[in-house]
């Protein structure tokens, strides 16, 4: 816990507005932290005086509780969601509405390629653009072979582990987009890696030499 929050925490119990994951909170941390402790009974005194220098308590009249307890019950609300939220439960069984499709994550099957140690798994084909999106996946220690973007350009994004490409080591997060007409050296994952790949139905050609 930073300096910041024991003070607003503090400040909350010095005028009796901290709730009981506040309290819970905060008395484990003083009550394992001395310096914390020190701090905290420092800035609960001076925050207890100043409020009582600069603050006139006053009494709520008899029923205010009740009559705002009562106008909230006749305000109107929000009405509940047309459709709730799927569940864990329903997730797995409910299929998804017409124009849609869903590749469940425990579904996963990879499929080997010619390539050693290169295995795809793919998401979506779309022939009337002639693209398709893919996830590659490298075994730790192996070698995507060198290419050519002839049909159009390639997307890849690394979703995890590690992948050297064009001398440049990258790493989850990063993205490429190789043009068309690019020679692609050779990629190499030392621990191996999940990329999101988009690219023509068409390409690449590999030149495995």
């Known amino acids: 816990m930073n300096w910041t929050e024991l003070f607003e ?18 008395e484990h941390v003083v009550g394992h932290d001395a310096a914390a402790r ?3 009974i420092a800035s609960r005194e001076a925050i207890a005086e100043y409020a009582a220098s600069t603050t006139t308590p006053s009494v709520p009249a008899p029923g205010t509780r009740e009559r705002l307890f009562a106008r909230i019950r006749t305000t109107p609300q929000l009405p509940p969601p047309r459709h709730p939220a799927p569940t864990a439960a329903t997730a797995a069984t409910d299929a998804p509405p017409p124009g849609f499709s869903l590749l469940a994550r ?7 390629t010619a390539v050693p140690g290169f295995s795809v798994r793919v998401l979506s084909v779309n022939p009337a653009e002639k693209y398709r999106m ?4 490298l075994e730790p220690g192996t070698a995507f072979p060198r290419h050519r973007h002839v049909a159009g350009p390639e997307h890849l994004y690394l979703v995890s582990g ?13 993205f490429v987009r190789a043009e068309p007409g690019t020679d692609h050296r050779t990629l190499f ?20 030499a």
């Open 162 to 174: 590690d992948l050297v490409t064009e001398g440049i080591a990258m790493v989850p997060g990063d």
């Open 134 to 137: 893919l996830l590659g996946r």
């Open 106 to 112: 425990g579904d996963e099957v990879w499929t080997p």
């Open 9 to 26: 925490l503090a400040a909350l119990d010095a005028v009796g507005a901290l709730d009981t994951a506040g309290k819970a909170r905060l």
């Open 189 to 208: 994952s030392p621990t191996g890696c999940v990329a999101l790949i988009v690219e023509p139905i068409d390409g690449p050609e590999f030149a495995m």
């Open 38 to 40: 020190a701090d905290w």
